[in-house]
């Protein structure tokens, strides 16, 4: 595995970085443990998960599959980076209750305890915000912030689907708090055919040195061979990949993009995981495998080389923004 630094901390993480996304609602606790288990002896550190997963009235059970497995011992949590997100409401199903969602300094303490527990862990190394809180200031979210950082319940702060502008405020703020270190890490949707966050957010991140985290590195499968799946299988795809391949252009797109990697032997999970690698800013894209064997497709992509042949042939099939502000201007 290789590693790197997260933005401009001096912590050192995998650059692939594990998703539990799927943990609790389609791998059960005993196959989650064993992917975290062969993760980690794969030599990926940076696990990603937050407090809703599980979704529904079983929200937050995905932390506990983690704090469960951390239960186990063996250096479990000594040797993993644990980021978990606040913003979405923990209250009960159905009957949502003022202040139990965003990010307020109420919400933010109340969260954190929360997570703590399900996690059983007494420290989170990266606590991020899972969206915009448009209704509360950056001065009272950094003063919670710094509680919590004195308190040692927190290490590091990052954002999760901010746009750059709010990359920019966040940290503007942070830089008049004395010894608030402010967001070290973006996690936000960047992939071969979603490439719009290079136009503001990843150069925010650049600029303040933040991390770039992306989900959804496969666009819900959409770069995963899907057409040359459903022709080997026989069986047609769904959801998300379903839906943009009813799109008569970008099916000609994605068959291009196929076409490109069979030319040069590449399977094209790895190569769109490989090509986000070669990306400026990019700490590492989030991988959230429901079986141990898409856990070892995603491992070979860190060790894969795309060749300036195969990385222009990307270019030339999604064509990115280009640098901004020409991207806005002209």
């Not at 993993?80 to 965003?102: F, I, Q, S």
């Not at 040195?209 to 666009?219: A, E, Q, T």
């Not at 379903?242 to 068959?255: G, S, Y």
Request: charged content about 25%.
């Amino acid at each position: 595995m290789k590693y790197t630094q997260l933005g401009r901390t001096g912590l050192k993480v995998s650059r692939l970085v594990l998703g539990t996304m799927n943990f609790g609602p389609q791998t059960d606790e005993a196959d989650s443990h064993a992917i975290m288990d062969a993760a980690l002896d794969a030599g990926i550190n940076y696990f990603d998960t937050a407090n809703v997963y599980g979704w529904g009235e079983n929200k937050g059970r995905t932390e506990s599959i983690i704090g469960n497995w951390f239960a186990k011992g063996g250096d479990r949590r000594d040797r993993t980076v644990l980021a978990t997100k606040v913003y979405g409401n923990m209250g009960a199903e159905g009957d949502p209750w003022p202040n139990h969602d965003k990010l307020s300094a109420l919400n933010i303490r109340r969260a954190v305890e929360a997570s703590l527990k399900r996690l059983r862990t007494d420290y989170i190394d990266v606590y991020q915000f899972h969206h915009v809180d448009r209704s509360t200031p950056f001065e009272e979210i950094w003063q919670a912030v710094d509680v919590l950082v004195q308190q040692g319940k927190i290490l590091y702060v990052g954002s999760s689907n901010f746009p750059g502008y709010k990359i920019a405020q966040a940290n503007e703020i942070a830089a008049r708090r004395s010894g608030t270190i402010g967001l070290v890490s973006e996690q936000c949707l960047y992939n071969l055919a979603e490439r719009r966050a290079e136009m503001e957010v990843v150069p925010a991140a650049e600029e303040y040195g933040l991390g770039v985290i992306p989900w959804s590195p496969l666009h819900g499968g959409l770069l995963g061979g899907v057409i040359k799946k459903e022709v080997e299988g026989g069986r047609r795809s769904s959801g998300r990949s379903a839906d943009a391949l009813a799109n008569t252009a970008v099916r000609a797109q994605i068959q291009s993009y196929e076409d490109l990697l069979e030319k040069h032997g590449l399977e094209p999970g790895e190569a769109a995981l490989a090509w986000l690698l070669t990306r400026p800013g990019v700490t590492g894209p989030i991988v959230g495998p429901r079986t141990a064997e898409q856990l070892e497709s995603a491992l070979r992509a860190v060790e894969l080389e795309l060749s300036e042949e195969v990385l222009e042939g990307l270019d030339e099939i999604f064509p990115g923004p280009g640098p901004s502000p020409e991207a806005f201007a002209w």
